[in-house]
């Protein structure tokens, strides 16, 4: 079974930047692409970015345009999200995922899923 294991969030002011981190682990990784959904209390789970594994492709919510950045590491299985310019709007879990199909926007989509990572950013 495939293991995603995000990493690297925590608190940060208004106007900071954080990295997240996503490693995959366990049998064969071939994934089509990844993606950053995020998930505050009472909210539903929403989409941030996602990424094309093979060619590095990025597609991104308007929310975080600008201001995020998603990226890979084929060597070691990992995708990164560079969060800039954080607003208290951004807080939530943030979740990696892995997908097989070529569509991969709704959380249905995906295969795999990471136990997530607290982003909180103060005002």
């Known amino acids: 079974q495939v293991q995603l294991v995000e990493s690297g969030g925590g608190l940060v002011q208004a106007g900071g930047s954080l990295r997240l981190s996503c490693a995959a682990s366990?049998?064969?990784?071939?994934?089509?692409?990844m993606a950053w959904f995020r998930q505050a209390p009472g909210k539903e789970r929403e989409f941030v970015a996602r990424?094309?594994?093979?060619?590095?492709?990025?597609y991104y919510a308007d929310s975080v345009k600008g201001r995020f950045t998603i990226s890979r590491d084929n060597a070691n299985n990992t995708v990164y999200l560079q969060m800039n310019s954080l607003k208290p709007g951004d807080t939530a879990i943030y979740y990696c995922?892995?997908?097989?199909?070529?569509?991969?926007?709704?959380?249905?989509?995906?295969?795999?899923w990471g136990q997530g990572t607290q982003v909180t950013v103060s005002s």
């Open positions: 995922a892995a997908g097989t199909k070529i569509r991969l926007v709704l959380p249905r989509d995906f295969d795999y």
């Open positions: 366990g049998r064969t990784f071939r994934p089509y692409g």
């Open positions: 990424i094309v594994w093979s060619d590095g492709s990025t």
